[in-house]
């Protein structure tokens, strides 16, 4: 008893007295400093409430799409070998680069005068829209007419991290939140035994960008992505330990959330909540997750369809995943494959060898993605976004002025293409052009923030008007830029 | 420069206006209220209240002068709403000095009837003026269900290359894009183009259009300027024509800007016969294929809602100020009895209903018919069969219909076939065998029926994995 008073006691010292009255000094700017780490969000109707962060909320307007997949190729894929057909490069094959493209022009590894390269595929028009896809991409090319192609894409950063955060956050640097957690701020997610933001990756690397690309940035923790794992059990600890039963884990679990609930009353920190309710999406994912995350008990013919295999890290594997998850109402779904980076460094990088192989990885499973939502009713609400981070030179890389020891191109800003399906996009569509040798965009000229800002709008934001408050300003993530491109809106 | 300043005294007009106009009214008011004898000690007030009437009266007639000769609006109109307006100016004088000087024959009563009616008149000439002749009756419109904006959305057309270029592909985009402005009301900058002569004469700038050279001409060099430069048509805040369109009136003007042809007639690259393809092919995709009804609904009731949020059902309205709802029973698979009342309890409301993967039963279907405003419905994965899908016949607002992994067959769904909005019908896994089809599509010839099974066959290429050839 004596001693709980003299703890009593100790609470309140001289120390404590300076420190509780430094408080109610500060309060005032505290309370301002409060206001700027968006509690209150003036002009926007995203209602953030910390004890459910994950509630599923309703966009401004009705969208067309209620998920998104986003299959990003970490790396960025050559254009000029996939979809933007340039015969006239051919002929140039070989020869020196003509100055008036290098003036005034950086590269990431071009150095002096490097040699042409003509397309290293064959290319021809498939479906009613006529879409150039070149043969590396046999079976994508027999659903060009649900695609709408983005040609003449540009970018202002010609390495991999930075324009990969551009793409995904809207910044080149580091801090903003990514697409995903923009889009599980302001809608929640529907099933909320699973987590509304789910990143997978492959082809043995994350992203350079780090994970960034996928954080949360100034919005609260809980909408960052949640990364799985590809190989194995895609969430590790799913199951219960030995001796421990599902009533324990939940009375385990009420305790821990006790105390954070008394640490929230003391501290009012919203990062608290979120970490309450992880707890509970915890414990509730393991139940619905293991059904979910598991693609073996999906029909041989599904298999076959997507060309997975169950037990080893692969593309495909993340790719029916993702249908999976999509179809049990996760908001967003970020696949990455890495290996794009055709530099022709080594034949892994070549864009006659390594390129072929990362084609082949991904040609098949993305086209019975297509399918398979089309099929279950589910490509008319979900958009599926599929691109890199920029585009390829049509010269061949010379690093630091040598000759590589196998054919690539370097990093190219200035035109690459992306394409879209799904979700009230048009169908067999093609949007913008690139010159007669593909080096820079001529019509249709689009950047990431217009992508970011037509994902938006199909799922229901004005992205002018979906803003967070932080720092004593509206941030958004086009920022200052960005223009819904209406025309492959259906 | 004079005429800038007099441009700058003139954009007071729409402030100035309202002073007259309400200091009058006070006027006339307190002049019938002098009347009544208990009122009689207000009647000094009433020539002071006329006399800075007049004077602002006169102050708006000079305004709205310097106003008119600077800017563009319809002819006639403007020579109305000014000559009403000096008259309301004349009279207001008028209506002083009698009061002032009463022994003018006339009579003051009848005078303020007069002045108080010309007020209104001239008023509501000024309104249409700057807000456009249907601005206030537009709402009346929508009550009474017409169509009050006919000229903001492009009807498809059915083959383009017999369309007459003009009247079918390029001046829908004037319609849309420009007429609000130089159109029949307004002829900002002079430029008036619903009447092709005057299109072609151009505006104050001199011609808008040269025959032949696009790039030359004033409308194409406006429409690519940059959306924020000061001279960029449309401006800023207006709605923006598409690439393709600008695609499309550049083609037009250099091809000589031709009134009578058709679309065959003219020379097209690749892109254009693309993009005037596209006017037609998107036609057909237009409409989206799930989309919210017309008009607006009262709200839900929110016990009903909070009963099924309770439930784990994810109720929401399909946007921020919209009343029409979602469900989607995407937690609790288990669906009971008061789960279906409650859904009986947001029937007005409800839209779109998700129950995949559900115990939904052929009994449960009686309860589903009863939701009238459904358009999509999903009972992926459930155990309904034809006998079902008998009960939501006259469903017929429904356009989107999954029933992937069902038991029903070609019988039940031919049951449907009087839903006439159906749109999207999704049979993947059911019984529906591939000898059926014909009959679907003929007795579904607008929708699209997607009986799924697709295959990606493994091609040999596939699996083969490129090497490094040795002379590297």
Redesign the interface.
């Given at each position: 008893m004596q001693e709980a008073e003299r703890a009593v006691m100790h609470m309140h010292t001289r120390r404590h007295f300076l420190k509780e009255s430094a408080m109610g000094l500060g309060a005032l700017a505290l309370g301002s400093f409060l206001g700027s780490c968006g509690n209150s969000i003036p002009g926007n109707?995203v209602v953030f409430d910390p004890a459910h962060p994950l509630m599923?909320?309703?966009?401004?307007?009705?969208?067309?799409a209620k998920s998104v997949i986003y299959l990003h190729m970490a790396g960025a894929p050559s254009q000029l070998e996939l979809f933007d057909y340039k015969p006239e490069l051919m002929k140039m094959d070989g020869q020196d680069c003509p100055k008036s493209l290098l003036e005034g022009k950086r590269f990431a590894f071009i150095r002096g005068v490097p040699k042409m390269m003509g397309p290293q595929a064959k290319f021809a028009q498939y479906g009613q829209s006529g879409a150039w896809v070149s043969e590396h991409m046999?079976?994508l090319s027999t659903i060009v007419d649900e695609l709408s192609f983005l040609k003449a894409v540009t970018t202002d950063q010609f390495n991999h991290a930075p324009a990969q955060l551009l793409v995904h956050t809207g910044s080149p640097r580091m801090g903003r939140p990514s697409l995903g957690s923009w889009v599980t701020y302001g809608l929640g997610t529907?099933?909320?035994?699973l987590p509304g933001f789910v990143v997978l990756t492959s082809g043995g690397k994350t992203p350079d960008a780090g994970k960034s690309v996928w954080g949360s940035g100034f919005l609260p923790s809980v909408y960052q992505g949640v990364q799985c794992r590809s190989e194995g059990s895609p969430v590790l600890f799913m199951n219960d330990p030995d001796g421990m039963n599902r009533d324990l884990r939940k009375e385990s679990i009420d305790a821990i959330n006790e105390v954070n609930q008394q640490e929230y009353a003391e501290y009012k920190d919203p990062e608290i909540l979120s970490r309450i309710s992880q707890y509970e999406m915890a414990y509730k994912m393991q139940i619905s997750a293991p059904e979910v995350m598991n693609i073996n008990n999906e029909p041989a013919?599904i298999h076959?369809?997507?060309?997975t295999k169950p037990g080893h890290a692969c593309f495909a594997n993340n790719v029916l995943l993702a249908r999976k998850l999509v179809e049990?109402?996760v908001r967003f779904v970020q696949l990455f494959d890495w290996g794009w980076d055709s530099h022709g460094s080594d034949?892994s990088l070549?864009i006659?060898?390594?390129f072929?192989?990362k084609c082949?990885e991904v040609?098949?499973c993305i086209?019975?993605l297509i399918?398979?939502l089309?099929?279950?009713?589910l490509l008319?609400?979900t958009l599926v976004v599929w691109g890199g981070e920029f585009g390829r030179t049509p010269m061949m890389e010379n690093r630091e002025g040598k000759k590589m020891?196998?054919k690539g191109r370097d990093h190219h800003t200035e035109a690459f293409t992306i394409w879209m399906a799904g979700a009230?996009i048009?169908?067999g569509?093609c949007y913008g052009?690139t010159d007669e040798i593909g080096y820079s965009a001529i019509?249709?000229k689009v950047e990431p923030f217009d992508i970011q800002a037509t994902i938006l709008n199909q799922l229901?934001f004005d992205h002018e008007k979906f803003t967070y408050q932080f720092q004593g300003r509206p941030f958004r993530l086009t920022d200052t830029r960005g223009k819904v491109i209406?025309?492959v809106l259906? | 420069m004079l005429l800038s300043i007099s441009e700058f005294i003139g954009h007071f007009h729409p402030l100035l206006v309202h002073l007259p106009i309400g200091i009058l009214l006070t006027g006339i008011f307190l002049q019938w209220l002098s009347l009544k004898g208990k009122y009689k000690g207000i009647r000094g007030a009433v020539p002071v209240v006329f006399f800075w009437g007049m004077l602002a009266a006169i102050f708006s007639c000079i305004t709205g002068y310097l106003l008119s000769i600077n800017d563009d609006y319809d002819k006639t109109l403007v020579s109305w709403h000014q000559w009403m307006g000096i008259t309301v100016a004349l009279t207001s004088v008028l209506l002083y000095f009698k009061i002032q000087n009463p022994r003018l024959t006339v009579n003051n009563k009848m005078l303020s009837v007069i002045l108080l009616l010309l007020i209104f008149v001239t008023g509501h000439l000024g309104g249409s003026l700057t807000h456009g002749s249907d601005y206030l009756t537009k709402p009346l419109a929508d009550v009474f269900g017409k169509d009050s904006v006919p000229n903001t959305i492009i009807k498809p057309i059915p083959n383009v290359q017999e369309a007459y270029v003009y009247s079918n592909v390029i001046k829908p985009i004037f319609q849309t894009k420009c007429y609000s402005c130089h159109g029949v009301n307004k002829q900002k900058g002079k430029l008036r183009m619903d009447d092709s002569l005057m299109l072609m004469k151009g505006g104050k700038d001199g011609k808008v259009i040269e025959p032949g050279d696009a790039h030359g001409s004033a409308m194409i060099k406006r429409l690519l300027l940059p959306v924020d430069n000061e001279d960029h048509m449309p401006p800023k805040e207006k709605p923006q024509p598409t690439e393709s369109q600008i695609d499309l009136l550049e083609w037009w003007i250099s091809q000589g800007a031709n009134f009578g042809k058709k679309v065959k007639e003219i020379n097209q690259t690749d892109k254009i016969s693309q993009l005037l393809f596209a006017l037609q092919k998107t036609s057909v995709l237009e409409k989206k294929s799930f989309d919210i009804p017309e008009g607006s609904v009262e709200e839900a009731d929110h016990s009903v809602i909070d009963k099924l949020k309770g439930r784990g059902v994810v109720v929401l309205p399909v946007a921020q100020n919209s009343n029409w709802l979602k469900a989607n029973f995407i937690t609790d698979t288990v669906i009971n009895a008061n789960d279906l009342q409650s859904l009986l309890g947001i029937k007005k409301q409800l839209i779109w209903l998700k129950l995949g993967d559900t115990n939904m039963n052929d009994s449960d279907m009686k309860v589903i018919a009863l939701l009238k405003n459904l358009m999509f419905l999903n009972l992926e994965h459930t155990n309904i069969t034809d006998k079902g899908l008998q009960e939501i016949q006259s469903s017929k607002n429904l356009n989107y219909l999954n029933l992937v992994g069902t038991k029903v067959t070609v019988n039940g769904i031919l049951q449907l076939k009087e839903l006439k909005s159906l749109k999207n019908l999704y049979l993947y896994q059911t019984n529906v065998r591939r000898e059926d089809w014909k009959l679907l599509q003929d007795a579904f010839p607008k929708a699209q029926i997607d009986s799924g099974g697709y295959q990606v066959p493994l091609l040999p290429d596939d699996t083969i994995i490129v090497k490094a050839k040795k002379e590297y």
């Open positions: 109707n599923p909320k309703l966009p401004p307007f009705p969208g067309n046999p079976h529907e099933n909320q035994n013919y076959e369809m997507y060309g049990k109402g034949a070549a006659d060898i390594g072929i192989n082949r040609d098949k086209t019975a399918l398979d089309k099929q279950r009713g008319e609400e020891p196998f009230g048009k169908k569509f052009e019509s249709g229901g209406e025309d259906a | -």
